[in-house]
């Protein structure tokens, strides 16, 4: 059965920094991994798709990486903004079975 | 393009009543994928429709049930409702299970 860990939890940084969220997940034979944002009690909006075939990924300030054989990803977020505030979800798929998601980060970007 | 839409956007029933929440999915789009979100928790898997068939399901009692219409529109049918469901339900479609998901932005049902 596949799990989605991501780490931290929680993170809070001034604006202007760059940082990193971490997702691992237990079965490697993923056909691709998608990262989310999710705003307090809305939907999720995609930020990025890897295909299993790829690396990486970027939109704008973001750049998404995939390890297929150590069973991780990171999402990279440059120069930080308030408005980047938000719950990041990481999800893969696998098998026969759609997304499964990690619990999310939920990142504070103070002014 | 219009994107995935969800009705209604708040929902309050009755313990024992019966919810029906529905999805239109993105033009083209023939998955279409349930989710719920219960607060503090992660979002579960709830059903895959697929061609008007149901594809795979979570790991949720039978009471929660749906189905797939001939345009790809869905609806999500939750029976003898349990103060437990109350949660935001979240839809979401795709041409197949791996292509990217795009979700709707979510039905808030609560029940008291």
């Known amino acids: 059965k596949q799990e989605v860990t991501q780490i931290p939890a929680a993170l809070s940084v001034p604006e202007g920094e760059n940082l990193v969220l971490n997702c691992s997940f237990t079965?490697?034979?993923?056909?691709?991994l998608q990262w989310f944002r999710q705003d307090p009690g809305k939907g999720l909006t995609s930020l990025l798709l890897i295909q299993s075939s790829q690396r990486e990924q970027t939109s704008g300030r973001l750049n998404a990486s995939l390890d297929k054989s150590s069973g991780r990803s990171t999402l990279y977020i440059a120069a930080s903004q308030p408005g980047d505030s938000a719950t990041y979800l990481c999800a893969v798929i696998s098998g026969n079975t759609p997304l499964v998601f990690g619990k999310g980060t939920r990142l504070s970007v103070i002014a | 393009e219009a994107g995935v839409t969800q009705s209604p956007t708040h929902l309050i029933k009755t313990r024992g009543q019966q919810a029906t929440l529905r999805c239109s999915p993105i033009?083209?789009?023939?998955?279409v994928y349930w989710y719920q979100q219960a607060l503090g928790l992660g979002l579960q898997f709830l059903l895959w429709?697929?061609?008007?068939?149901?594809?795979n399901r979570g790991n949720f009692p039978p009471r929660f049930s749906g189905r797939q219409f001939p345009n790809y529109s869905s609806e999500l049918n939750v029976n003898a409702l349990e103060l437990e469901d109350s949660a935001l339900y979240l839809c979401?479609?795709?041409?197949?299970?791996?292509?990217?998901?795009?979700f709707g932005s979510g039905t808030r049902l609560t029940v008291v």
């Open positions: 079965d490697s034979a993923i056909y691709n």
């Open positions: 033009s083209g789009h023939t998955s």
């Open positions: 979401a479609s795709s041409l197949g299970l791996s292509f990217s998901y795009t």
């Open positions: 429709y697929d061609e008007g068939e149901e594809r």
